[in-house]
Nanobody
């Protein structure tokens, strides 16, 4: 009954910016780490950025200096600010969250359905 809903994807020219949002809703006891992954056509899904509950971040080398991940724990929401976008950033972007849904249940990785980001040259 936990849902992750992404928003903010779309079409943008190279050098432009987009801001992705992902809100978790449903039965949630605690959210630990959250992150963004992406999958380009014909490629495997790869990590883009992660953020711990306390705000510690990690980025793929390909996006360092251009992307910024952040979160609002009160809103159960994670964001990805994407600047200086390149055509190679084109992919479906997936939101991920490590969630404990009840006090007696184990942590589980939840995924959003993905949002398309297309960067034209």
């Amino acid at each position: 009954q936990v849902h992750l809903v992404e928003s903010g994807g779309g079409l943008v020219q190279a050098g432009g910016s987009l801001r992705l949002s992902c809100a978790a809703s449903g039965s949630i006891f605690r959210i630990n780490a959250m992150g963004w992954y992406r999958q380009a056509p014909g490629k495997q899904r790869v990590l883009v950025a992660t953020i711990t509950r306390g705000g510690s971040t990690n980025y793929a080398d390909s996006v360092k200096g251009r992307f910024t991940i952040s979160r609002d724990n009160a809103k159960n929401t994670v964001y990805l600010q994407m600047n200086s976008l390149k055509p190679e950033d084109t992919a479906v972007y997936y939101c991920n969250a490590d969630i404990v849904v009840a006090i007696t249940t184990p942590l589980y990785d939840y995924w959003g359905q993905g949002t398309q980001v297309t960067v034209s040259s």
